[in-house]
């Protein structure tokens, strides 16, 4: 092979190489969830989703970094472990609101920037009409870290099947204030039996409650205790 053949066939290769590698990068990019990610509706497909951080109904007022369509995301394990919890609601008439599931660190982010605002109190009377904003870091309401961005806590409540409403849990979503701790002394005994309810169910299935919000729970063996994701729910 003479010189100028070698090296237009070394050129040739080297193109190929390089649009190969195009081709792959651009399928990575693309590729919907990372491996061992799943939507929540793809495996329990009556959840009712109400993706507050799409919305604008949220403690920010604004739709929040990183939520590019109202869908939930978890790990494939908490997502199973949360069909298994649907299932046995299913047999009392009851279904799952899902709030929250895998939440972008550029969210959490998000959070943080919004709370070092203290002009910006727009929705101080729906959500933290009693604690002030300058007060939120301290009191842990915000922080810059999350155990959603590891794919495997969800903020949730029961739905009646029959009416379409929400179970009274005496307190909304969100909410920044002692009533939202679970054993809070300000609810009333129907209210903290139908937390109870969402509790029990939860950790019959691996999940741990956060004491200080009735909705959240984190499956006690997450796959990535360690890991904190920044991949936007699309």
């Known amino acids: 092979m003479s010189k100028n053949k070698r090296i237009i066939a070394v050129y040739a290769a080297l193109v190929l190489l390089l649009v190969a590698a195009r081709f792959v990068a651009v399928r990575v990019f693309q590729s919907p969830l990372p491996e061992g990610f799943v939507y929540l509706d793809e495996v329990n497909t009556d959840a009712v989703l109400e993706v507050r951080y799409y919305s604008t109904d949220n403690f920010v007022g604004s739709r929040v970094d990183g939520y590019l369509a109202p869908r939930v995301v978890l790990t494939r394990e908490a997502a199973q472990a949360l069909a298994e919890v649907a299932e046995e609601f299913r047999q009392q008439g009851l279904v799952l609101k899902i709030f929250d599931g895998y939440r972008p660190q550029r969210a959490v982010d998000h959070f943080v920037r919004w709370a070092a605002d203290l002009d910006d109190q727009k929705m101080k009377d729906k959500y933290y009409p009693n604690v ?3 007060d939120l870091f301290r009191l842990n309401y915000i922080a810059e870290k999350s155990s959603h961005s590891r794919g495997s806590t969800v903020d949730l409540t029961l739905v009646d099947r029959q009416t379409g409403e929400e179970l009274d849990m005496g307190s909304g979503f969100d909410f920044f204030g002692e009533i939202s701790h679970h054993d809070s002394p300000l609810v009333t005994e129907q209210q903290l039996q139908n937390r109870n309810l969402l509790r029990d169910a939860m950790v019959r299935h691996g999940f741990v ?8 729970y984190t499956l006690a063996d997450e796959p990535y205790p360690d890991q904190y994701f920044d991949f936007p729910v699309k």
């Open 132 to 134: 002030a904003k300058e």
């Open 209 to 216: 409650p956060y004491p200080e919000e009735w909705w959240h």
